[in-house]
Every structure is written in C-alpha cells, then in structure tokens.
C-alpha cells in the first residue's frame, strides 16, 4: 500500500502565500516523478507542478513565476510554495506520484486525498 497525504491547504486572502506538503509513504520503491494537480468546481482536474527525479521541474503557464515544486528524495515528500495567489486559484490540490511497488513492477499513478485551497478576501 501506498499513502499520499497532503497538508497546507487553507483560506488566505489575494496576494496572500501557502504552502503545501505531500508526503509518501508505504511500499514504493521508486518514484519518478511528483506533481501536483487542481480541480477547481465544475472543471476538469489539471496538472500545475511536476518534479521529476533528477531535479528537472515545471509549471503551468498560469502559476508561472508565482509557484514553486520541489521535492525532497529523503523524505519523500514533495512541495508546493504558492505565492501572489489569485482568486482563479482556488481549488482542491491534489499530489500525485508516479512510481513503482518494487524494481521490477509496472509504473502506477499514486494520488492523495486533496486539500482545499480557498483565495478570497
């Protein structure tokens, strides 16, 4: 089994900073790459932030120059520092992994549970 669990979600006003925090635990044994995803109400789940392993990352085109990914190997636990947030960018943050259960196993897609991120003043 492999858990996902996100922290940092909240109520901030515009303009206002959040971060958030994934965590992995369980039996994987490899991660390649750690994302992370947003469904806002009535739309379609998106990709926002990806990291893969070696260091290589990228944002989507309407968080660039205000969010940041980055992961940390050790802990297997990857980030999300967003800041000037916006109203647009309320919405449940879901991290997802792509990794596998063992060397020689096929890749899978691990998801957390959400959490909600609310910008309004």
């Known amino acids: 089994q492999v858990q996902l669990v996100e922290s940092g979600g909240g109520l901030v006003r515009p303009g206002g900073s959040l971060r958030l925090s994934c965590v992995v635990s369980g039996s994987i044994a490899i991660i390649h790459s750690m994302n992370w995803y947003r469904q806002a109400p009535g739309e379609q789940r998106e990709v926002v932030a990806t990291?893969?392993?070696?260091?290589?990352?990228a944002v989507t085109d309407s968080v660039k120059g205000r969010f940041t990914i980055s992961r940390d190997d050790a802990k297997n636990t990857v980030y999300l520092q967003m800041n000037s947030l916006k109203p647009e960018d309320t919405a449940d943050y879901y991290c997802?992994?792509?990794?596998?259960?063992?060397?020689?196993?096929?890749?899978?897609?691990?998801w957390g549970q959400g959490t909600q991120v609310t910008v309004s003043s």
């Open positions: 990291a893969a392993s070696g260091g290589v990352t």
């Open positions: 997802n992994v792509q990794g596998r259960s063992a060397t020689w196993s096929a890749p899978n897609n691990y």
